[in-house]
């Protein structure tokens, strides 16, 4: 189960290198720096977008844990 988690995370990992995470200002700003900065500039959307869903998923394994132990009791 524990191998699951780690191959999901390197998934969602390898996934955000691609995505093309910028919304219509964005783009227009990324295409006036030029490649490289733009490139920058898309890794940091991505990052502000994931962390929000790393807390919640940490927040809901943690709760599922907990109930799934208070069952087995």
Known sequence: MKWL???FILLVLLMSAE??????M????AAQLGEK???GMNAGIVYL???P???VGYIGI????N???????
């Open 49 to 51: 977008m994931l962390t």
């Open 5 to 7: 988690g780690y191959a």
């Open 37 to 39: 900065p733009a490139k």
């Open 26 to 29: 964005c783009t227009k700003t």
């Open 53 to 55: 869903f790393i807390i």
């Open 19 to 24: 995505a093309a995470a910028q919304c219509s």
């Open 62 to 65: 943690r709760w599922w844990r």
């Open 67 to 73: 109930r799934r132990n208070e069952n087995q009791v």
